[in-house]
């Protein structure tokens, strides 16, 4: 069995810019309708969902999570700000290629919802990008 992490971040755009807003689609469900999306969706694809939980994440963990960005600021900096804003939502995967199905979802998702999925500027979902980058979200997330 493989795992895999996925961090839901429903609300990063209640309080932005009207130009970051432009990048939605169509209108982002509440939080809570958001999350039991996500969930339904996951477990449409008969995968297990092992861990979840709803947590503010601290600027040492966004920080170690997103430490392959270090060497671009700009990019780091906003990760840190927007990933420490507010309350996310942390799940562990676990299933047959769970990390390559998580993944397809989440750009699925993102294609749903933004009108510029692939360079959003704000993360309201991630999805770990490989199985070595999976490995050490869930550790660090999930112990």
Do not use: C
Request: charged fraction near 30%.
């Amino acid at each position: 069995m493989e795992q895999t992490v996925v961090i839901l971040k429903p609300d990063v755009f209640i309080h932005i810019d009207r130009d970051e807003y432009s990048q939605l689609k169509k209108e982002l469900p509440e939080a809570e309708k958001f999350i039991e999306y996500i969930q339904w969706k996951i477990r449409e694809l008969n995968l297990s969902i092992i861990s979840e939980r709803k947590e503010v994440l601290t600027e040492s963990v966004v920080a170690e999570h997103y430490a392959e960005h270090r060497n671009s600021p700009d990019k780091f900096n906003g990760l840190l700000k927007s990933m420490t804003s507010g309350s996310s939502y942390l799940m562990l995967i676990e299933w047959e290629n769970a990390q390559k199905l998580i993944r397809a979802l989440i750009m699925d998702i993102r294609e749903e919802f933004l009108a510029t999925p692939k360079v959003a500027r704000r993360n309201m979902t991630h999805a770990s990008w490989n199985i070595e980058e999976a490995k050490m979200e869930a550790q660090l997330h999930f112990g």
